[in-house]
């Protein structure tokens, strides 16, 4: 949901900041796109669709009088938290994965510093045909586990991610998802871990906060411009 830290640090504001201005730059190409070549009743976010995990446990709390911090004294009441997760990964069209453990910063490119390490995979024999229709080898069988193990549960639609009625109901579980880890009282989320990111995208593709702020903290969704804090020079 945020980089792993204090979300009200500068420098996780500044990237935050820069997050919000690469998706919303994205959902204007398709805005300006489905203006040229429509269709008219189509959507950025049929197109685009940005998701985080997260998690929320019932149950009786530790005695939130015994911790000093005032974070975890919070945390005990609300029992929710982002799940961040180390890997990088990408997967195409079904037909070819890649999944490394470098992050964008300089101990992993320097090239001096951390030790890394990516593998990709393709199946020749499980490639998209004269049709266009998605193979169906190790590689979607993957990436089907890993929807289920996110949405908490399989669906037909999900051997389509071309489809819109698939995206329609990814989000539909996605909702739930988020009402549960924002709204109260406590409870589990019903589908998973996946939730939407909590950003309002409009038909024009302009992007704003769905919350000013981060549950549970003072971290703004859309970030802070990092003139300051990443030395960026930014207009």
């Not at 830290?5 to 994205?26: A, S």
């Not at 029992?79 to 180390?86: A, L």
Request: aromatic content about 10%.
């Amino acid at each position: 949901m945020w980089p792993e830290g204090v979300v009200t640090d500068p420098r996780w504001q500044g990237i935050l900041y820069c997050q919000y201005q690469t998706i919303e730059m994205m959902y204007k190409m398709i805005a300006t796109a489905l203006d040229k070549y429509g269709p008219d009743t189509a959507k950025p976010t049929d197109y685009l669709a940005v998701y985080c995990l997260a998690k929320r446990e019932v149950g009786k709390s530790p005695a939130a009088h015994f911790l000093n911090d005032s974070e975890q004294r919070i945390l005990c009441g609300t029992r929710r938290h982002p799940i961040y997760v180390h890997s990088k990964m990408i997967i195409v069209d079904d037909e070819y994965i890649l999944v490394g453990s470098a992050n964008i910063n300089q101990r992993s490119m320097g090239g001096n510093r951390d030790t890394e390490i990516a593998i990709g995979a393709v199946q020749d024999n499980y490639l998209k045909n004269s049709q266009k229709e998605l193979p169906q080898g190790q590689v979607s069988g993957f990436r089907l586990s890993l929807w289920s193990e996110h949405l908490g549960q399989y669906d037909p639609l999900f051997l389509f991610p071309e489809k819109l009625e698939c995206l329609q109901r990814v989000n539909s579980l996605a909702r739930e998802n988020w009402y549960a880890y924002y709204e109260e009282p406590v409870r589990v989320l019903p589908h998973g871990h996946l939730i939407p990111f909590p950003y309002r995208v409009s038909r024009t593709g302009e992007v704003k906060a769905l919350v000013e702020t981060f549950p549970d903290t003072n971290g703004r969704v859309l970030g802070s411009k990092p003139n300051e804090a990443l030395h960026l020079p930014i207009s």
